[in-house]
């Protein structure tokens, strides 16, 4: 750089600062992240890292598939698959809490709905961690599965509790030709889970028959993915 004028030191003083501004402030998404830390959310503990890669590889995920998450949180299990397809998916994500669309907005993600329960899109795969609460994850998967195109797979960690409602779970599992594989312990308690529960859990598999009958499309959902500005980060409001 060669400077020769008082004018052109502080020209590139005042550059010099602004360039150190910048590099001082908190990406947007890690701050809208980093304000869940702590927070109880319902039915909110995201999927660790490689638990998801787990997931998404035993999902089969191929190019061009139409692929859905329906308990997005703030896009972990998204997230992990952008990493591990790029742009050869495109999948739809729903998530009823706000902050966490607002999450999910910020990072791009495609939001096509608040509850999984009123969506009747079909898709060729379907990767979720639902909600376990009084066992949520149950109607959640069972629903999932009616959204299958004929050929299609879903993978989805549920709870590995007992009771009768499991039970039946089961049965119903063993009829479609699912498959359950129990979890390590402490598989949501290692140093890469965002929010820690020691609750057992199991990795459930199910592909839906070729000659099954399709399901009946609505019309595509929109988008409700928005542009991210700035001030959406203030107003931030969760496979």
Do not use: C
């Amino acid at each position: 750089m060669d400077i020769k004028t008082t004018p052109e030191l502080r020209a590139s003083l005042r550059e010099y600062h602004s360039l150190k501004s910048e590099a001082g402030k908190e990406d947007p998404i890690q701050a809208a992240e980093r304000k869940l830390v702590g927070r109880k959310i319902d039915g909110f503990f995201p999927t660790p890292k490689t638990l998801g890669k787990r997931l998404i590889e035993e999902a089969d995920i191929r190019p061009g598939m139409t692929v859905l998450e329906p308990s997005a949180g703030k896009g972990d299990l998204l997230d992990v698959m952008q990493e591990m397809h790029g742009d050869s998916v495109k999948p739809h994500a729903i998530e009823p809490h706000s902050d966490l669309r607002d999450v999910l907005g910020q990072k791009g993600h495609e939001l096509v709905g608040h509850d999984l329960l009123q969506h009747d899109q079909s898709y060729d795969r379907i990767v979720m961690n639902p909600p376990f609460e009084k066992n949520a994850d149950i109607a959640h998967v069972k629903h999932a599965h009616g959204l299958l195109n004929p050929g299609g797979r879903m993978t989805a960690i549920m709870s590995a509790g007992g009771g009768k409602q499991r039970e039946q779970f089961d049965e119903w599992l063993e009829s479609v030709g699912g498959t359950s594989e129990e979890l390590p312990a402490g598989s949501f308690a290692g140093s890469d889970a965002f929010r820690s529960t020691g609750v057992n859990t199991r990795l459930v598999t199910i592909d839906k028959s070729e000659t099954a009958a399709p399901v009946e499309r609505s019309p595509e959902p929109k988008s409700e993915r928005k542009p991210f500005t700035p001030q959406g980060v203030e107003g931030a409001q969760m496979g």
